[in-house]
């Protein structure tokens, strides 16, 4: 299946500016087509019926592979910090001091004692996701445009 | 034909200032620790909402995090360390008018039967269980957790190969057959040589089945899951959490749902 240029450009892109592994997801996902919904089948006779196992795939036309790749990023990127910054917001319910409490609480991904290795902080403000929201808007534009 | 070339550059520019303020999405699985944590604070808002439970952040020395603090989650695989500030972070968990206190952790390793370390995404283990091994040298809780589930960030689907892991670490924790006569428990502190020291925690069930039957198991992804999964999650009582971002949060609603009667029937462990 060929990949469009559109795609080509945007996963450059992605490995430049630091998302090689991600790039090279994407670059996978759609090579392999896009997936089926799943058979919500009705219940089948195990001795007569073969179960489904394989993810059936489709190709994706080269007009729309940019969008299916906007919305792979969106999955990908944008949700994981917005449900971060989600996480930081509850957290801060559950600090046991119930006066002054702050809006979020900082939530740091951090190696154990005994591993080397840098804490994988965030520099955005707890409970924010400002880059998260910019990025989506940026994803959308990219998707109007290949519709 | 090419980006549009002011939209390419403003993608540029924007996926800078994204990956300046938030590194961890440039690492190997870092997006992926995010959906962790977003579970294990879901769950734990779920808990606190019962009404049933006090539900609070630790510590790694199991004291409250203070206001300022920072709730470290690991990023690596680890069991219960000796209490140090340096430790992870956890949720308290404490019935309201006594009983049972439980703890919720991420990446925390549970060992199985075979003596191999499994690394359970978020988990529930019985506090009396944790803080035996906090109060020692650390080391692995064993036994079937109260709750377990499995983050999966990929947008593919999960197949029946996926589930297949799931099911065969569950097989090796749980404690159908006994590591020692003395003990017949769901969850066991074992990390001395004498049994007799042991800190074991809940009932020993005598399949597999009717041991997957009390607590809540899952795999939470992003994308969906294949029929041949479906049919072991069924039979094995392994819920099925797919489109976890999808708008509506139907499925995380369903997750948190099912955790609370775990919660209200932790009595039957």
Same mark, same amino acid.
């Given at each position: 299946?060929?990949?469009?240029?559109?795609?080509?450009?945007?996963?450059?892109?992605?490995?430049?500016?630091?998302?090689?592994?991600?790039?090279?997801?994407?670059?996978?996902?759609?090579?392999?087509?896009?997936?089926?919904?799943?058979?919500?089948?009705?219940?089948?006779?195990?001795?007569?019926?073969?179960?489904?196992?394989?993810?059936?795939?489709?190709?994706?036309?080269?007009?729309?592979?940019?969008?299916?790749?906007?919305?792979?990023?969106?999955?990908?990127?944008?949700?994981?910090?917005?449900?971060?910054?989600?996480?930081?917001?509850?957290?801060?319910?559950?600090?046991?001091?119930?006066?002054?409490?702050?809006?979020?609480?900082?939530?740091?991904?951090?190696?154990?004692?005994?591993?080397?290795?840098?804490?994988?902080?965030?520099?955005?403000?707890?409970?924010?996701?400002?880059?998260?929201?910019?990025?989506?808007?940026?994803?959308?534009?990219?998707?109007?445009?290949?519709? | 034909?090419?980006?549009?070339?002011?939209?390419?550059?403003?993608?540029?520019?924007?996926?800078?200032?994204?990956?300046?303020?938030?590194?961890?999405?440039?690492?190997?699985?870092?997006?992926?620790?995010?959906?962790?944590?977003?579970? @294990?604070?879901? #769950?734990?808002?779920?808990?606190?909402?019962?009404?049933?439970?006090?539900?609070? #952040?630790?510590?790694?020395?199991?004291?409250?995090?203070?206001?300022?603090?920072?709730?470290?989650?690991?990023?690596?695989?680890?069991?219960?360390?000796?209490?140090?500030?340096?430790?992870?972070?956890? /949720? @308290?968990?404490?019935?309201?008018?006594?009983?049972?206190?439980?703890?919720?952790?991420?990446?925390?390793?549970?060992?199985? =039967?075979?003596?191999?370390?499994?690394?359970?995404?978020?988990?529930?283990?019985?506090?009396?269980?944790?803080?035996? @091994?906090?109060?020692?040298?650390?080391?692995?809780? =064993?036994?079937?957790? /109260?709750?377990?589930?499995?983050?999966?960030?990929?947008?593919?689907?999960?197949?029946?190969?996926?589930?297949?892991?799931?099911?065969?670490?569950?097989?090796?924790?749980?404690?159908?057959?006994?590591?020692?006569?003395?003990?017949?428990?769901?969850?066991?502190?074992?990390?001395?040589?004498?049994?007799?020291?042991?800190?074991?925690?809940?009932?020993?069930?005598?399949?597999?089945?009717?041991?997957?039957?009390?607590?809540?198991?899952?795999?939470?992804?992003?994308?969906?899951?294949?029929?041949?999964?479906?049919?072991?999650?069924?039979?094995?009582?392994?819920?099925?959490?797919?489109?976890?971002?999808?708008?509506?949060?139907?499925?995380?609603?369903?997750?948190?749902?099912?955790?609370?009667?775990? @919660?209200?029937?932790?009595?039957?462990?």
């Amino acid at each position: 299946m060929a990949i469009s240029t559109e795609v080509i450009e945007l996963v450059a892109l992605l490995t430049e500016e630091g998302y090689g592994t991600l790039a090279g997801e994407l670059l996978t996902e759609i090579s392999l087509g896009r997936e089926l919904p799943p058979h919500f089948a009705q219940k089948v006779d195990p001795p007569t019926e073969e179960i489904e196992d394989e993810v059936r795939r489709v190709e994706i036309p080269e007009d729309e592979q940019l969008s299916f790749a906007c919305d792979i990023l969106i999955l990908r990127l944008v949700e994981p910090v917005r449900r971060l910054a989600e996480a930081e917001r509850g957290a801060a319910s559950l600090l046991s001091q119930e006066q002054n409490r702050p809006d979020a609480v900082s939530i740091r991904f951090s190696r154990s004692r005994d591993d080397s290795g840098p804490t994988l902080a965030r520099a955005e403000g707890a409970g924010q996701s400002e880059t998260a929201d910019a990025l989506q808007e940026i994803l959308t534009q990219l998707r109007s445009v290949a519709i | 034909m090419a980006l549009p070339s002011n939209l390419a550059l403003n993608l540029r520019t924007i996926l800078r200032s994204f990956r300046a303020a938030n590194r961890f999405t440039t690492v190997p699985g870092g997006t992926g620790k995010a959906l962790e944590a977003w579970i @294990l604070m879901r #769950l734990a808002l779920a808990a606190k909402q019962s009404g049933a439970w006090h539900v609070t #952040l630790r510590r790694g020395t199991g004291a409250a995090l203070p206001r300022n603090g920072v709730f470290q989650f690991p990023a690596t695989r680890h069991g219960i360390q000796p209490s140090s500030s340096s430790a992870s972070c956890f /949720v @308290l968990l404490e019935q309201l008018g006594g009983g049972i206190d439980l703890e919720l952790h991420g990446s925390l390793q549970w060992q199985g =039967r075979s003596e191999a370390k499994h690394e359970i995404d978020v988990s529930v283990v019985p506090a009396v269980i944790a803080q035996a @091994l906090r109060s020692s040298n650390g080391g692995f809780p =064993r036994g079937l957790p /109260v709750l377990a589930v499995e983050c999966k960030d990929k947008t593919s689907a999960g197949t029946s190969d996926e589930m297949r892991e799931t099911l065969a670490r569950m097989f090796d924790l749980a404690l159908v057959t006994k590591l020692s006569p003395r003990w017949a428990c769901r969850i066991i502190e074992a990390e001395s040589s004498n049994d007799r020291y042991w800190t074991a925690w809940g009932r020993r069930s005598p399949t597999y089945r009717t041991f997957f039957a009390k607590g809540t198991f899952a795999i939470a992804r992003a994308g969906q899951f294949s029929l041949g999964a479906r049919q072991m999650s069924q039979h094995y009582h392994i819920r099925q959490v797919n489109s976890v971002y999808a708008p509506g949060l139907a499925f995380i609603l369903s997750l948190e749902g099912d955790f609370r009667h775990t @919660l209200r029937s932790i009595h039957r462990f």
